[in-house]
């Protein structure tokens, strides 16, 4: 580091990109949703990517919530703790524990302060929002910033992911512009979801140690939006689909944020999640009644035997078995299952439905499920096994979601030879090949319109096609048992396929913040 200014290239040629990941969910320590799925898992693929193109490992930062997974026995856990500016303590600064740990490949760094983060949950309760999210989440990573600056190396890429790290771009250029780790550090922002922003008014502003007027990233007249933040923020700005990306840019689907999407120009990418295929392998699923491969595919019946026993229902009955596994969020299209429900159960389908979330969308399952408890059954809970068996056992795998930005369900449905029934919008569009459109060349069913009659309408294609398997005197060489094989054989691996894209995102962020930052001084 040059005295008084700011290091000219960050990182040793050779030694890799030094990258640190800020996200408010990383699984198996906490999780909601997919976001915790894919941080883990892009954590993970950098760590195994050739020598010197990652100076690793990296750094995942994470508040830590109350009843956040234990480490392994044997874990080496090093505390520190950092001093953070705390617009809330009259002192103006807290001291905040970072408990950090090797585990899978990358440094989870857990940022520790009760008052923020041992809660009832993540965001808040029956009531809402927490009303002080944007302290919670403004002082997570400025905490995160800390730390960095306390390793005194250089970081060349700080990753951030959806609105509760959108704080760090405010920060960055605001708080840090001539500090010679955070300043030069380049900003990736991914969006998981348009739908949260971190909306913060200005009675609020303060929990961040802003004003009205400060003119700051994803700021205007009436408060800051953090997600916006993010993205006007960061150097470099992606979504988990080139499909969503592209739909983004629409004011249907941008949820406000479509214009200033459109304002990036090549600065906004598409980037497919991958899916880890060492965690989702039906060969060596220990959940499952058995294991099973494409070219032998013996397991999966045992599997589906298995599922509809736990869930009482007659694993003789050779009739299709409809699977669905997420947050009962409206985004996910539960509602559109629910109304097209009666349809298929009079055409023979039963239901295996798992998820956790708005209680209104629950009510028409647990009806379902009551009344005709050997068809349809309701797992209202987070289950980890459950997912696992239902992925396996069911005869196909709807996801009928309004947007979707990636989805994974979908690409684990296909590893577990479970053909997916999805809407044709992001995420969704770019993993699941239609079978009635390219027969012999599909991996699943696609329909149009979100609605319960297209649900129905695919539906009905995969179970014609699933009954002239059933047929078939051979029902290995069945144009079915082709479609389960050819879903299997997709590659979604993030080794080879997602995480080289973000490494050539990370370089391509580098290179603008080096080009938009003043001439280092002297
Ligand atoms: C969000 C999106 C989902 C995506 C996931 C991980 O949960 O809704 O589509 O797969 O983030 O990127």
């Not at 760590?47 to 690793?56: K, N, Q, S």
């Amino acid at each position: 580091v040059r005295p008084g200014g700011c290091p000219a290239r960050t990182t040793m040629p050779g030694m890799g990109i030094r990258i640190a990941m800020l996200a408010a969910e990383c699984e198996p320590w906490a999780k909601t949703g997919g976001l915790a799925d894919v941080v883990d898992a892009l954590a993970r693929a950098l760590g195994r990517l050739p020598a010197g193109v990652v100076d690793g490992p990296v750094d995942v930062f994470l508040p830590r919530y109350r009843g956040l997974a234990e480490f392994p026995d044997g874990t080496e856990v090093v505390e520190s703790v950092v001093r953070v500016p705390d617009p809330r303590r009259p002192a103006g600064v807290s001291d905040i524990r970072i408990v950090s740990a090797e585990v899978n490949g990358y440094r989870l760094r857990l940022v520790d302060h009760p008052a923020a983060y041992d809660r009832a949950a993540f965001y808040g309760d029956a009531g809402g929002d927490y009303a002080d999210n944007a302290w919670r989440f403004g002082l997570y990573c400025r905490a995160a910033l800390e730390a960095l600056r306390a390793d005194g190396r250089p970081v060349d890429v700080i990753h951030l992911h959806d609105w509760q790290a959108g704080p760090a771009a405010i920060f960055r250029d605001l708080r840090y512009a001539d500090d010679p780790v955070i300043g030069p550090a380049a900003m990736v922002m991914t969006l998981h979801n348009l739908a949260y922003h971190g909306w913060t008014g200005n009675p609020a502003l303060s929990q961040l140690g802003l004003r009205p007027g400060d003119g700051v990233p994803g700021q205007n007249a009436d408060g800051v939006d953090l997600l916006a933040a993010g993205i006007e923020g960061a150097d470099l700005v992606n979504t988990v689909s080139p499909g969503y990306a592209a739909e983004a840019l629409t004011p249907a689907f941008g949820m406000g944020l479509d214009g200033v999407l459109r304002s990036l120009g090549d600065r906004f990418i598409g980037i497919l999640n991958g899916l880890d295929t060492t965690v989702w392998d039906p060969a060596t699923d220990e959940v499952l009644a058995a294991p099973f491969t494409a070219d032998a595919l013996d397991g999966k019946a045992r599997c589906r035997a298995d599922l509809l026993a736990r869930n009482g229902m007659d694993p003789a009955d050779d009739g299709p078995v409809l699977g669905m596994i997420g947050r009962l969020d409206p985004q996910k299209g539960f509602d559109l299952l629910a109304d097209a429900a009666p349809t298929l159960l009079g055409r023979g389908w039963r239901l295996i439905v798992q998820g956790s979330g708005h209680p209104e969308l629950a009510d028409p399952f647990r009806a379902l499920a009551h009344a005709e408890p050997s068809r349809v059954a309701f797992v209202e809970r987070f289950d980890r096994a459950m997912a696992r068996r239902i992925y396996a056992g069911a005869d196909a795998f709807a996801m009928p979601s309004r947007f979707e930005p990636c989805g994974q369900g979908q690409m684990i449905a296909l590893r577990y030879g479970t053909p997916p029934i999805v809407h044709r919008t992001g995420g969704l569009a770019d993993t699941v090949v239609d079978e009635t459109q390219a027969p012999g060349a599909g991996t699943g069913f696609v329909f149009e319109e979100a609605t319960a009659a297209a649900l129905i309408e695919a539906c009905e294609r995969a179970a014609a096609l699933r009954a002239d398997g059933l047929a078939t005197t051979d029902r290995t060489t069945s144009a079915w048992s082709s479609l389960i094989r050819r879903g299997m054989a997709v590659d979604f691996d993030w080794v080879t396929g997602s995480a080289p894209r973000y490494v050539e995102a990370y370089q391509r962020a580098i290179a603008l913040r080096t080009a938009s930052r003043p001439a280092t001084r002297p």
